[in-house]
């Protein structure tokens, strides 16, 4: 059968997100709406991180976030819970190598110390593997929650003893699992709702939001080339004016 050709998409005249964040949202939706199980729409949300992991490659995005696990989804069914932490497990073990080998740097945001040593193993391994890759930076939010991040970072800078005097917002991103990087420019959350859900909540403040209608397991490389046009639309003032805004001194 013959391959789907790839569609040219042209970002030249556009200004790419250096960091883009995904709320990866629908993935129950998408399967119920095939009468497939909740687990099968989360094993069609991991396939599609190879197309948009492929996709910011192309587009030269230098940091991917995704939000794969919250504090919060342990409220979730407990096969459910399982089945997520067993598709985090199948991708490293599937995707790891060439992941690698596209120069990709797989950063954990989160706790891990709620998950199986199995779990825990395969991640460190995936992080001391590829700390050095260059191509791009991907963050698994996995046992995340921005809230926890903070007390987490809040404890770190006590037990340091830093002074209140020498807290400034540069050193207490230092802190965050996030250290070292930029801040997320775009973020994403598809299925089109409208809710942060506790993702980043420090390090998006001047984010720009895109709601993308589609379900996470349908959201690929056309539709990510969508929110970067989106994302050249929208005034990012950091909550300052317009240049020329208001120029009647009269
Ligand atoms: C939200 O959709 C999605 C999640 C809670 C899990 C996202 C996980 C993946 C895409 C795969 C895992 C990838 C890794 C790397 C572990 P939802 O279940 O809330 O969808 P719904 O709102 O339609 O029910």
Known sequence: MARKQKKPLDLSAYAVPRHVAIIMDGNG?????????????????AENLRRIIN???EFDIQVLTIYAFSTENWGRPEREVQGLMNIFARVLDQELDDLHAQGICIHHLGDMSGVSQNLQEKVMHALELTKDNQTLTL???FNYGGRAEILHAARAILSDGVSPDDLTEELFSSYLFTGGLPDPDLVIRTSGELRVSNFLIWQAAYAEYYPAP??????????????????????????LVTEGADTNTS
């Open 139 to 141: 963050n698994i939010a």
């Open 55 to 57: 996709a910011c490659v």
């Open 29 to 45: 939706r998408w399967a119920r709406k095939r009468k497939l199980p909740r687990i099968a729409g989360h094993r069609a949300g």
């Open 214 to 239: 589609a379900y996470w397991p349908d959201f690929g490389r056309e539709e990510l080339f969508e929110a970067i046009v989106a994302f050249n639309k929208r005034d990012r003032r950091y909550g």
